[in-house]
């Protein structure tokens, strides 16, 4: 990965996005999901497995795009862990103890 060049990179994204969408227009294989269905959305676990995993990648090359994309990334993580945290309920540790 690291000897890729910033044309590689953006042939393959560019070809990736191609095959997806000549897969929807010309009816592509997608006998392993139903019509319609969307996908379910990543697990808050892999989605920062995931931003991990991009941080490592650009963390220790000075190229200013990579400092934008771990910037990206930074305030990606923080968006989703105060939109997880929003979604949490107060409890009480007597909620989970039944009287006997």
Request: overall charge neutral; proline content about 5%.
């Given at each position: 990965m690291?000897?890729?060049?910033?044309?590689e990179i953006y042939q393959a994204v560019m070809a990736t996005w191609k095959e997806r969408e000549g897969g929807d227009i010309s009816g592509g294989d997608d006998d392993d999901q139903e019509e319609g269905a969307p996908e379910p959305y990543?697990?808050?676990c892999k989605i920062f497995q995931a931003v991990s995993t991009l941080v490592q990648c650009v963390e220790h090359d000075g190229d200013p795009v990579s400092r934008k994309l771990e910037d990206v990334l930074a305030?990606?993580?923080?968006q989703?862990?105060?939109k997880r945290s929003g979604a949490l309920k107060t409890t009480?540790?007597?909620d989970h103890f039944q009287r006997t």
């Open positions: 690291e000897q890729s060049t910033d044309k990543p697990t808050y305030s990606f993580a923080h989703t862990r105060s009480h540790i007597t």
